[in-house]
Protein backbone atom coordinates (compact mmCIF):
# COMPACT_ATOMS: atom_id res chain seq x y z
CA UNK A 1 0.00 0.00 0.00
CA UNK A 2 1.05 3.46 -1.15
CA UNK A 3 2.32 5.76 1.78
CA UNK A 4 -0.32 8.85 2.36
CA UNK A 5 0.38 11.91 4.14
CA UNK A 6 -1.23 12.59 7.68
CA UNK A 7 -3.18 15.90 6.29
CA UNK A 8 -5.31 12.77 3.63
CA UNK A 9 -5.34 10.58 5.37
CA UNK A 10 -7.00 12.02 8.85
CA UNK A 11 -9.04 14.22 6.31
CA UNK A 12 -12.35 14.65 7.77
CA UNK A 13 -15.10 12.38 6.27
CA UNK A 14 -18.14 13.71 7.70
CA UNK A 15 -19.22 16.68 9.81
CA UNK A 16 -18.81 15.59 12.93
CA UNK A 17 -15.10 14.57 12.62
CA UNK A 18 -14.45 18.90 11.42
CA UNK A 19 -12.45 20.31 14.23
CA UNK A 20 -13.01 24.41 14.93
CA UNK A 21 -15.80 25.45 12.65
CA UNK A 22 -18.90 24.06 14.88
CA UNK A 23 -21.12 27.48 13.68
CA UNK A 24 -20.49 26.06 10.24
CA UNK A 25 -21.02 22.70 10.54
CA UNK A 26 -24.37 23.69 12.65
CA UNK A 27 -25.29 25.62 9.87
CA UNK A 28 -24.95 23.36 7.01
CA UNK A 29 -26.60 20.57 9.20
CA UNK A 30 -29.37 22.54 10.21
CA UNK A 31 -30.03 23.50 6.34
CA UNK A 32 -30.36 20.36 5.30
CA UNK A 33 -32.41 18.97 7.92
CA UNK A 34 -34.88 21.89 6.89
CA UNK A 35 -34.47 21.29 2.90
CA UNK A 36 -33.07 24.69 3.06
CA UNK A 37 -30.18 24.22 0.82
CA UNK A 38 -28.88 27.31 -0.87
CA UNK A 39 -27.58 27.01 -4.81
CA UNK A 40 -24.62 28.55 -3.89
CA UNK A 41 -21.96 28.74 -0.79
CA UNK A 42 -18.97 31.21 -0.22
CA UNK A 43 -16.13 29.40 1.91
CA UNK A 44 -13.68 31.59 3.32
CA UNK A 45 -10.88 31.98 5.72
CA UNK A 46 -7.20 31.21 6.19
CA UNK A 47 -5.42 28.31 4.41
CA UNK A 48 -5.74 25.09 5.75
CA UNK A 49 -8.14 25.34 8.24
CA UNK A 50 -10.56 22.67 6.25
CA UNK A 51 -12.85 24.47 3.70
CA UNK A 52 -12.33 22.50 0.99
CA UNK A 53 -12.99 19.41 3.43
CA UNK A 54 -16.18 20.75 4.08
CA UNK A 55 -17.10 21.47 0.91
CA UNK A 56 -16.21 17.56 -0.01
CA UNK A 57 -18.78 16.73 3.14
CA UNK A 58 -21.53 18.90 1.99
CA UNK A 59 -21.47 17.25 -1.44
CA UNK A 60 -21.46 13.92 0.04
CA UNK A 61 -24.51 14.81 2.38
CA UNK A 62 -26.39 15.74 -0.62
CA UNK A 63 -25.72 12.78 -2.71
CA UNK A 64 -25.75 9.93 -0.14
CA UNK A 65 -28.40 6.99 -1.14
CA UNK A 66 -29.68 7.85 2.36
CA UNK A 67 -29.90 12.09 1.91
CA UNK A 68 -30.21 14.36 1.83
CA UNK A 69 -28.55 13.95 5.04
CA UNK A 70 -26.15 16.10 7.46
CA UNK A 71 -24.39 12.30 8.60
CA UNK A 72 -23.77 10.60 5.31
CA UNK A 73 -23.46 6.75 5.50
CA UNK A 74 -19.99 7.06 4.30
CA UNK A 75 -20.25 3.58 2.48
CA UNK A 76 -22.82 3.98 -0.18
CA UNK A 77 -21.38 4.34 -4.31
CA UNK A 78 -22.01 8.16 -3.89
CA UNK A 79 -19.98 8.35 -0.78
CA UNK A 80 -17.12 6.38 -1.40
CA UNK A 81 -16.67 7.37 -5.02
CA UNK A 82 -16.90 11.76 -3.56
CA UNK A 83 -13.94 10.41 -0.82
CA UNK A 84 -11.69 8.87 -3.59
CA UNK A 85 -12.35 11.79 -5.89
CA UNK A 86 -13.84 9.62 -8.35
CA UNK A 87 -17.23 11.07 -8.44
CA UNK A 88 -18.38 12.26 -11.64
CA UNK A 89 -20.98 14.85 -10.20
CA UNK A 90 -18.21 16.81 -8.14
CA UNK A 91 -16.48 18.70 -10.23
CA UNK A 92 -13.74 20.41 -8.63
CA UNK A 93 -11.74 23.45 -10.22
CA UNK A 94 -8.68 25.04 -9.25
CA UNK A 95 -9.44 29.02 -9.51
CA UNK A 96 -5.42 29.77 -9.86
CA UNK A 97 -5.05 27.59 -12.69
CA UNK A 98 -8.60 27.72 -14.47
CA UNK A 99 -9.26 30.99 -13.98
CA UNK A 100 -9.65 32.38 -17.56
CA UNK A 101 -13.26 32.70 -19.27
CA UNK A 102 -12.42 30.00 -21.82
CA UNK A 103 -12.64 27.73 -18.30
CA UNK A 104 -15.59 29.18 -17.27
CA UNK A 105 -17.50 29.17 -20.63
CA UNK A 106 -17.25 25.46 -20.56
CA UNK A 107 -18.19 25.21 -17.16
CA UNK A 108 -21.74 27.09 -18.31
CA UNK A 109 -21.96 24.55 -21.00
CA UNK A 110 -21.75 21.69 -19.14
CA UNK A 111 -23.82 22.60 -16.35
CA UNK A 112 -27.38 21.87 -18.18
CA UNK A 113 -26.21 18.25 -18.41
CA UNK A 114 -27.91 16.06 -15.66
CA UNK A 115 -26.14 14.56 -13.03
CA UNK A 116 -24.18 11.28 -14.13
CA UNK A 117 -25.76 9.05 -10.56
CA UNK A 118 -26.22 11.87 -7.87
CA UNK A 119 -29.02 14.12 -6.66
CA UNK A 120 -26.88 17.59 -7.37
CA UNK A 121 -23.68 18.46 -9.70
CA UNK A 122 -21.95 20.01 -7.23
CA UNK A 123 -18.78 22.62 -8.54
CA UNK A 124 -15.97 23.16 -5.78
CA UNK A 125 -13.77 26.25 -7.19
CA UNK A 126 -10.83 26.54 -5.13
CA UNK A 127 -9.30 30.30 -4.86
CA UNK A 128 -12.26 31.50 -6.61
CA UNK A 129 -11.01 35.02 -6.01
CA UNK A 130 -8.13 34.14 -8.79
CA UNK A 131 -10.83 34.11 -11.57
CA UNK A 132 -10.06 37.19 -13.90
CA UNK A 133 -13.40 39.34 -13.85
CA UNK A 134 -14.28 38.33 -17.38
CA UNK A 135 -14.96 35.26 -15.48
CA UNK A 136 -16.77 36.75 -13.16
CA UNK A 137 -19.32 37.98 -15.61
CA UNK A 138 -19.43 34.91 -17.31
CA UNK A 139 -19.90 33.16 -14.40
CA UNK A 140 -22.64 35.61 -13.35
CA UNK A 141 -25.45 34.94 -15.62
CA UNK A 142 -25.49 31.24 -14.32
CA UNK A 143 -24.93 32.01 -10.70
CA UNK A 144 -28.28 34.12 -11.11
CA UNK A 145 -30.52 31.23 -12.76
CA UNK A 146 -28.76 28.05 -11.97
CA UNK A 147 -30.24 25.00 -13.01
CA UNK A 148 -32.15 23.15 -9.90
CA UNK A 149 -29.70 20.46 -9.90
CA UNK A 150 -26.47 22.29 -9.52
CA UNK A 151 -24.80 23.42 -6.65
CA UNK A 152 -21.68 25.73 -6.16
CA UNK A 153 -19.33 25.97 -2.97
CA UNK A 154 -16.50 28.70 -3.61
CA UNK A 155 -13.33 28.39 -0.87
CA UNK A 156 -11.21 31.56 -1.17
CA UNK A 157 -8.87 33.07 1.06
CA UNK A 158 -9.23 36.18 0.29
CA UNK A 159 -13.33 36.98 0.12
CA UNK A 160 -12.80 40.74 -0.69
CA UNK A 161 -11.00 40.03 -4.51
CA UNK A 162 -14.78 38.49 -5.39
CA UNK A 163 -17.16 40.66 -6.96
CA UNK A 164 -19.63 42.20 -5.34
CA UNK A 165 -22.19 41.03 -7.25
CA UNK A 166 -20.80 37.35 -7.35
CA UNK A 167 -20.81 37.91 -3.37
CA UNK A 168 -24.64 38.55 -3.21
CA UNK A 169 -25.86 35.56 -4.59
CA UNK A 170 -23.63 33.60 -1.96
CA UNK A 171 -25.17 32.38 1.64
CA UNK A 172 -21.11 33.45 3.16
CA UNK A 173 -19.40 31.36 6.02
CA UNK A 174 -16.32 32.96 7.51
CA UNK A 175 -13.70 29.97 9.09
CA UNK A 176 -11.85 30.12 11.64
CA UNK A 177 -7.88 29.57 12.88
CA UNK A 178 -8.18 26.79 15.29
CA UNK A 179 -6.92 27.39 18.73
CA UNK A 180 -4.17 25.26 20.37
CA UNK A 181 -5.70 23.02 21.90
CA UNK A 182 -8.07 21.87 19.01
CA UNK A 183 -4.74 20.97 17.00
CA UNK A 184 -2.97 19.29 20.09
CA UNK A 185 -6.35 17.56 19.95
CA UNK A 186 -5.51 16.15 16.85
CA UNK A 187 -2.39 15.58 16.91
CA UNK A 188 -2.86 13.78 19.67
CA UNK A 189 -5.37 11.69 18.02
CA UNK A 190 -3.43 10.89 15.14
CA UNK A 191 -0.09 10.13 17.19
CA UNK A 192 -2.55 7.36 18.94
CA UNK A 193 -3.78 5.79 16.27
CA UNK A 194 -0.30 5.64 14.54
CA UNK A 195 0.89 4.12 17.89
CA UNK A 196 3.74 7.22 17.79
CA UNK A 197 5.40 8.12 20.81
CA UNK A 198 6.06 11.93 21.51
CA UNK A 199 6.76 14.18 24.25
CA UNK A 200 3.77 16.33 24.98
CA UNK A 201 6.31 19.89 24.99
CA UNK A 202 6.47 18.83 21.39
CA UNK A 203 2.67 18.53 20.29
CA UNK A 204 2.82 22.16 21.74
CA UNK A 205 5.63 22.80 20.30
CA UNK A 206 4.33 21.94 16.32
CA UNK A 207 0.47 23.38 17.45
CA UNK A 208 2.29 26.86 18.04
CA UNK A 209 4.35 26.60 14.57
CA UNK A 210 1.54 25.84 12.72
CA UNK A 211 -0.21 29.06 13.52
CA UNK A 212 -3.76 27.83 13.77
CA UNK A 213 -3.93 25.51 10.32
CA UNK A 214 -4.72 22.11 11.31
CA UNK A 215 -2.88 21.28 7.65
CA UNK A 216 0.27 22.55 8.43
CA UNK A 217 0.35 20.28 12.29
CA UNK A 218 -0.52 17.73 10.57
CA UNK A 219 2.28 18.22 8.26
CA UNK A 220 5.03 18.66 10.50
CA UNK A 221 3.79 15.83 12.68
CA UNK A 222 4.57 13.60 9.06
CA UNK A 223 7.66 15.55 9.06
CA UNK A 224 8.51 14.67 12.91
CA UNK A 225 7.65 11.07 12.40
CA UNK A 226 10.47 9.59 10.98
CA UNK A 227 13.21 11.60 13.13
CA UNK A 228 11.52 10.46 16.06
CA UNK A 229 11.42 6.60 15.30
CA UNK A 230 15.29 7.48 15.06
CA UNK A 231 15.04 7.80 18.60
CA UNK A 232 16.78 11.49 18.31
CA UNK A 233 16.89 14.16 20.86
CA UNK A 234 13.96 16.29 20.92
CA UNK A 235 16.11 19.55 20.58
CA UNK A 236 17.79 17.69 17.24
CA UNK A 237 13.57 17.73 16.21
CA UNK A 238 13.33 21.57 16.84
CA UNK A 239 16.33 22.09 14.44
CA UNK A 240 15.12 19.80 12.10
CA UNK A 241 11.56 21.66 11.93
CA UNK A 242 13.17 25.23 12.48
CA UNK A 243 11.04 25.46 15.07
CA UNK A 244 12.41 27.49 18.33
CA UNK A 245 11.87 25.68 21.46
CA UNK A 246 9.61 27.31 24.48
CA UNK A 247 12.36 25.94 27.12
CA UNK A 248 14.85 27.97 25.01
CA UNK A 249 12.93 31.35 25.38
CA UNK A 250 12.35 30.31 29.27
CA UNK A 251 16.50 30.37 29.55
CA UNK A 252 16.79 33.79 27.89
CA UNK A 253 14.08 35.03 30.27
CA UNK A 254 15.88 33.22 33.60
CA UNK A 255 19.60 35.23 32.66
CA UNK A 256 17.59 38.37 32.22
CA UNK A 257 15.97 38.31 35.55
CA UNK A 258 19.28 36.98 36.99
CA UNK A 259 21.42 39.81 35.23
CA UNK A 260 23.52 37.31 34.25
CA UNK A 261 25.44 38.67 30.50
CA UNK A 262 28.08 36.27 30.20
CA UNK A 263 25.69 33.04 29.90
CA UNK A 264 23.40 35.18 28.02
CA UNK A 265 25.73 36.32 25.13
CA UNK A 266 27.40 32.17 24.95
CA UNK A 267 23.80 31.11 25.08
CA UNK A 268 22.96 33.54 21.54
CA UNK A 269 26.52 31.91 20.58
CA UNK A 270 25.51 28.99 20.89
CA UNK A 271 22.08 29.31 18.59
CA UNK A 272 24.02 31.02 16.28
CA UNK A 273 26.19 28.27 15.14
CA UNK A 274 23.67 25.69 15.27
CA UNK A 275 22.53 27.53 12.72
CA UNK A 276 19.45 28.96 13.38
CA UNK A 277 18.11 32.14 12.22
CA UNK A 278 18.32 34.83 15.21
CA UNK A 279 15.90 37.14 13.49
CA UNK A 280 13.24 33.98 13.71
CA UNK A 281 14.03 33.56 17.63
CA UNK A 282 13.34 37.06 17.78
CA UNK A 283 9.93 36.79 16.51
CA UNK A 284 9.27 34.26 18.83
CA UNK A 285 10.73 35.53 21.50
CA UNK A 286 8.59 38.63 21.31
CA UNK A 287 5.30 36.50 21.14
CA UNK A 288 7.07 35.11 24.00
CA UNK A 289 7.04 37.99 25.57
CA UNK A 290 3.20 39.22 25.14
CA UNK A 291 2.59 36.24 27.03
CA UNK A 292 4.44 37.89 29.44
CA UNK A 293 2.97 41.29 28.83
CA UNK A 294 -0.49 39.76 29.29
CA UNK A 295 0.22 37.48 32.26
CA UNK A 296 1.33 41.17 34.05
CA UNK A 297 -1.73 43.30 33.34
CA UNK A 298 -3.98 40.34 34.24
CA UNK A 299 -2.99 36.62 35.07
CA UNK A 300 -6.66 35.09 35.13
CA UNK A 301 -7.12 36.03 31.76
CA UNK A 302 -3.22 35.46 30.75
CA UNK A 303 -4.04 32.03 31.82
CA UNK A 304 -7.47 31.41 29.46
CA UNK A 305 -6.45 33.28 26.34
CA UNK A 306 -2.19 32.41 26.40
CA UNK A 307 -1.58 30.09 23.56
CA UNK A 308 1.65 28.29 25.29
CA UNK A 309 2.18 24.45 26.63
CA UNK A 310 0.64 24.23 30.29
CA UNK A 311 4.83 23.94 31.53
CA UNK A 312 5.09 27.54 29.90
CA UNK A 313 1.95 28.92 31.61
CA UNK A 314 3.54 27.68 34.77
CA UNK A 315 6.56 29.20 34.14
CA UNK A 316 5.46 32.61 33.03
CA UNK A 317 3.12 32.35 36.21
CA UNK A 318 6.18 32.04 38.04
CA UNK A 319 8.08 34.12 36.37
CA UNK A 320 6.41 37.89 35.46
CA UNK A 321 6.47 38.91 39.30
CA UNK A 322 10.19 39.42 39.12
CA UNK A 323 9.78 41.95 36.17
CA UNK A 324 7.83 45.18 36.64
CA UNK A 325 5.50 46.34 33.80
CA UNK A 326 7.55 49.27 32.70
CA UNK A 327 10.50 46.97 32.13
CA UNK A 328 8.82 44.63 30.26
CA UNK A 329 7.45 47.24 28.00
CA UNK A 330 11.06 48.24 27.69
CA UNK A 331 12.58 44.79 26.81
CA UNK A 332 9.76 44.40 23.42
CA UNK A 333 10.13 48.16 22.67
CA UNK A 334 14.26 47.51 22.78
CA UNK A 335 13.45 44.58 20.53
CA UNK A 336 11.49 46.16 17.95
CA UNK A 337 14.30 48.74 17.39
CA UNK A 338 16.68 45.95 17.03
CA UNK A 339 14.28 44.12 14.63
CA UNK A 340 14.15 47.62 12.92
CA UNK A 341 18.22 48.10 12.93
CA UNK A 342 18.80 44.19 11.99
CA UNK A 343 17.23 45.12 8.34
CA UNK A 344 19.19 48.31 8.30
CA UNK A 345 22.62 46.43 8.70
CA UNK A 346 21.45 43.26 7.50
CA UNK A 347 22.74 41.34 10.91
CA UNK A 348 20.44 39.99 13.31
CA UNK A 349 22.48 39.63 15.83
CA UNK A 350 24.69 42.54 16.64
CA UNK A 351 21.58 44.28 17.71
CA UNK A 352 19.62 41.92 19.27
CA UNK A 353 22.72 41.22 21.70
CA UNK A 354 22.99 44.94 22.05
CA UNK A 355 18.90 45.04 23.12
CA UNK A 356 19.63 42.95 25.52
CA UNK A 357 22.91 44.03 27.10
CA UNK A 358 21.15 47.51 27.60
CA UNK A 359 18.39 46.08 29.10
CA UNK A 360 20.91 43.96 31.62
CA UNK A 361 23.65 46.73 31.71
CA UNK A 362 20.64 49.53 33.09
CA UNK A 363 18.84 47.10 35.55
CA UNK A 364 22.56 46.33 37.04
CA UNK A 365 23.71 49.94 37.21
CA UNK A 366 20.86 52.12 38.07
CA UNK A 367 22.71 54.31 40.41
CA UNK A 368 25.44 54.75 38.29
CA UNK A 369 22.92 55.96 35.52
CA UNK A 370 21.40 57.97 37.50
CA UNK A 371 24.81 59.55 38.17
CA UNK A 372 25.62 60.13 34.82
CA UNK A 373 22.83 61.69 34.07
CA UNK A 374 23.02 64.58 36.69
CA UNK A 375 26.85 64.74 35.39
CA UNK A 376 25.51 65.76 31.79
CA UNK A 377 22.24 67.64 33.27
CA UNK A 378 25.25 70.08 34.99
CA UNK A 379 27.40 70.12 31.78
CA UNK A 380 24.62 71.18 29.80
CA UNK A 381 23.16 74.08 32.42
CA UNK A 382 23.70 77.46 30.78
CA UNK A 383 26.16 79.52 32.96
CA UNK A 384 24.84 82.11 35.08
CA UNK A 385 25.21 85.32 33.82
CA UNK A 386 27.28 87.86 36.10
CA UNK A 387 25.18 90.59 34.91
CA UNK A 388 22.21 89.19 36.34
CA UNK A 389 24.58 88.72 39.55
CA UNK A 390 25.29 92.32 39.51
CA UNK A 391 21.81 93.70 38.84
CA UNK A 392 20.68 91.76 42.38
CA UNK A 393 19.38 94.48 44.41
CA UNK A 394 22.10 95.49 47.81
CA UNK A 395 20.71 97.04 51.19
CA UNK A 396 20.50 101.12 50.52
CA UNK A 397 21.81 102.61 54.18
CA UNK A 398 19.48 105.71 53.03
CA UNK A 399 16.75 103.73 52.59
CA UNK A 400 16.20 104.48 48.91
CA UNK A 401 16.23 102.69 45.81
CA UNK A 402 18.53 103.30 42.75
CA UNK A 403 16.29 105.66 40.21
CA UNK A 404 18.20 103.27 38.01
CA UNK A 405 16.65 100.32 39.03
CA UNK A 406 13.55 101.28 39.42
CA UNK A 407 13.62 102.23 35.55
CA UNK A 408 15.16 99.08 34.26
CA UNK A 409 12.52 96.85 36.15
CA UNK A 410 9.59 99.11 34.65
CA UNK A 411 11.19 98.29 31.26
CA UNK A 412 11.82 94.55 31.92
CA UNK A 413 8.06 94.23 33.26
CA UNK A 414 6.14 94.05 30.04
CA UNK A 415 8.93 91.50 28.71
CA UNK A 416 8.03 89.21 31.23
CA UNK A 417 4.55 89.30 30.67
CA UNK A 418 4.92 88.61 26.97
CA UNK A 419 6.74 86.02 27.53
CA UNK A 420 4.63 84.19 29.96
CA UNK A 421 1.81 84.88 27.60
CA UNK A 422 3.52 83.09 25.01
CA UNK A 423 4.30 80.22 27.15
CA UNK A 424 0.71 79.46 28.71
CA UNK A 425 -0.51 79.32 25.42
CA UNK A 426 2.68 76.36 24.28
CA UNK A 427 1.95 74.54 27.48
CA UNK A 428 -2.03 74.10 27.14
CA UNK A 429 -1.51 73.42 23.42
CA UNK A 430 0.64 70.24 24.50
CA UNK A 431 -1.75 69.62 27.74
CA UNK A 432 -4.89 69.50 25.43
CA UNK A 433 -3.27 66.92 22.94
CA UNK A 434 -1.41 65.01 25.57
CA UNK A 435 -3.29 62.09 24.91
CA UNK A 436 -3.37 62.16 21.43
CA UNK A 437 0.56 62.38 21.89
CA UNK A 438 1.29 59.52 24.26
CA UNK A 439 -1.34 57.62 21.74
CA UNK A 440 0.74 58.30 18.75
CA UNK A 441 3.73 57.44 20.44
CA UNK A 442 2.50 53.95 21.54
CA UNK A 443 2.13 53.04 17.72
CA UNK A 444 5.59 53.47 17.11
CA UNK A 445 7.28 52.81 21.02
CA UNK A 446 5.20 51.57 23.65
CA UNK A 447 8.07 51.31 26.14
CA UNK A 448 8.74 55.28 25.23
CA UNK A 449 4.89 56.06 25.60
CA UNK A 450 4.61 54.45 28.98
CA UNK A 451 7.38 56.22 30.61
CA UNK A 452 6.12 59.47 29.29
CA UNK A 453 2.67 58.64 30.28
CA UNK A 454 3.84 58.85 33.83
CA UNK A 455 5.06 62.85 33.30
CA UNK A 456 2.49 65.92 32.80
CA UNK A 457 3.60 68.90 30.80
CA UNK A 458 3.55 72.05 33.51
CA UNK A 459 5.13 75.01 32.33
CA UNK A 460 7.59 76.44 29.02
CA UNK A 461 9.62 78.57 28.04
CA UNK A 462 10.36 79.72 24.72
CA UNK A 463 10.01 76.93 22.41
CA UNK A 464 10.83 74.29 25.37
CA UNK A 465 8.46 72.23 27.40
CA UNK A 466 9.11 71.30 30.89
CA UNK A 467 7.89 67.50 31.53
CA UNK A 468 7.52 67.26 35.34
CA UNK A 469 7.15 63.92 37.43
CA UNK A 470 6.89 62.88 41.12
CA UNK A 471 10.03 61.59 43.11
CA UNK A 472 8.03 57.94 43.32
CA UNK A 473 8.50 57.94 39.36
CA UNK A 474 11.46 58.85 38.75
CA UNK A 475 12.76 55.83 36.91
CA UNK A 476 10.54 56.81 33.74
CA UNK A 477 12.12 60.32 34.06
CA UNK A 478 15.71 58.89 33.87
CA UNK A 479 14.27 56.06 31.56
CA UNK A 480 13.51 59.15 28.74
CA UNK A 481 16.57 60.87 29.92
CA UNK A 482 18.26 60.66 27.12
CA UNK A 483 19.22 62.23 23.76
CA UNK A 484 17.52 59.56 21.40
CA UNK A 485 14.22 59.35 23.38
CA UNK A 486 13.67 63.23 24.27
CA UNK A 487 14.41 63.60 19.96
CA UNK A 488 11.42 61.39 19.70
CA UNK A 489 9.04 62.80 21.97
CA UNK A 490 9.94 66.40 20.27
CA UNK A 491 9.22 64.75 16.76
CA UNK A 492 5.96 63.49 17.86
CA UNK A 493 4.57 66.64 19.78
CA UNK A 494 5.34 68.54 16.81
CA UNK A 495 3.17 66.56 14.40
CA UNK A 496 0.31 66.67 16.91
CA UNK A 497 0.42 70.14 17.97
CA UNK A 498 2.27 71.71 14.73
CA UNK A 499 4.99 73.52 16.63
CA UNK A 500 8.29 72.91 16.83
CA UNK A 501 8.76 72.13 21.06
CA UNK A 502 12.14 70.93 22.71
CA UNK A 503 11.34 68.80 26.09
CA UNK A 504 12.98 68.73 29.44
CA UNK A 505 12.31 66.33 32.32
CA UNK A 506 12.63 66.92 35.65
CA UNK A 507 11.53 65.66 39.58
CA UNK A 508 8.25 68.38 40.10
CA UNK A 509 8.61 68.13 44.28
CA UNK A 510 12.38 68.20 44.65
CA UNK A 511 14.47 70.60 46.45
CA UNK A 512 16.59 71.59 43.02
CA UNK A 513 14.39 72.67 39.86
CA UNK A 514 16.42 74.18 37.43
CA UNK A 515 14.29 76.54 35.18
CA UNK A 516 17.39 77.61 32.12
CA UNK A 517 17.32 80.60 30.29
CA UNK A 518 15.86 79.27 26.53
CA UNK A 519 17.96 81.57 24.12
CA UNK A 520 16.24 81.06 20.49
CA UNK A 521 16.09 77.85 18.63
CA UNK A 522 18.96 75.20 18.89
CA UNK A 523 18.20 73.46 15.01
CA UNK A 524 21.10 75.63 13.83
CA UNK A 525 23.50 73.64 16.47
CA UNK A 526 21.87 70.03 15.46
CA UNK A 527 24.62 68.53 12.90
CA UNK A 528 24.10 68.09 9.31
CA UNK A 529 23.02 63.90 8.35
CA UNK A 530 25.88 62.03 6.41
CA UNK A 531 25.60 59.06 4.49
CA UNK A 532 22.66 56.65 5.32
CA UNK A 533 25.73 54.31 6.35
CA UNK A 534 27.44 56.42 8.71
CA UNK A 535 24.51 57.59 10.92
CA UNK A 536 23.64 54.15 11.33
CA UNK A 537 26.82 53.27 12.32
CA UNK A 538 26.91 56.44 15.24
CA UNK A 539 23.51 55.41 15.97
CA UNK A 540 24.88 51.90 17.10
CA UNK A 541 28.21 53.75 18.70
CA UNK A 542 25.82 56.12 20.28
CA UNK A 543 23.66 53.14 22.01
CA UNK A 544 26.98 51.07 23.31
CA UNK A 545 27.72 54.86 24.37
CA UNK A 546 24.51 54.76 26.67
CA UNK A 547 24.45 51.45 27.80
CA UNK A 548 27.96 51.34 29.41
CA UNK A 549 28.23 55.68 30.20
CA UNK A 550 31.44 55.63 28.11
CA UNK A 551 32.62 58.99 26.31
CA UNK A 552 34.85 59.05 22.95
CA UNK A 553 38.63 59.76 23.83
CA UNK A 554 40.83 61.91 21.30
CA UNK A 555 43.92 61.13 20.94
CA UNK A 556 45.28 63.41 18.13
Known sequence: MS????????????????????HVVSSLSEAILKRRIHHAYLFSGPRGIGKTSLARILAKSL?????????PCLSCPSCIDIAAGKSLDIIEIDGASNRGIDEIRSLREN???????????????????????????ALLKTLEEPPKHVK??????????????????????????????????KLKDIAKKEKIKIDEALFYTIAQAAEGSIRDAESLLDQVFPV?????????????????????????????????????????????????????FQDYFLKYLRNFLLAKID????????????????????????????RILELIDLLIQAKDSSKQINSARIPFELALIKFVYKEKNPVKKTKASLANQKEKEPAKNPKEAETKEEPNPSGQKNNQQKSDLKKEKPKEQESSLEDDVLVQAVNLKWKEIISAMQAKRMAVASHLSFGQPTASSGKQIFISFSSRDKFHKEALDDEKNRKFIEDNIEQVINKKARVKFRIKDSDQEDYPEVKGDDSAKEEKAGPKAKRIEDGFLNDLLDTFDGKFHNND
Open 3 to 22: YLAFALKYRPQDFSQVVGQE
Open 63 to 71: NCQKGPTPE
Open 111 to 137: VKLSPAAGRFKVYIIDEVHMLTKEAFN
Open 152 to 185: FIFATTDPHKVLPTILSRCQKFQFNLLSLNQIVA
Open 228 to 280: ISTGKDIKDIFSFLGIVDENALAKIINFLSDGNLSDLLAFIDTINKEGKDLGV
Open 299 to 326: LDRFQQLAEISPQSKSFITKTVPQFSLA
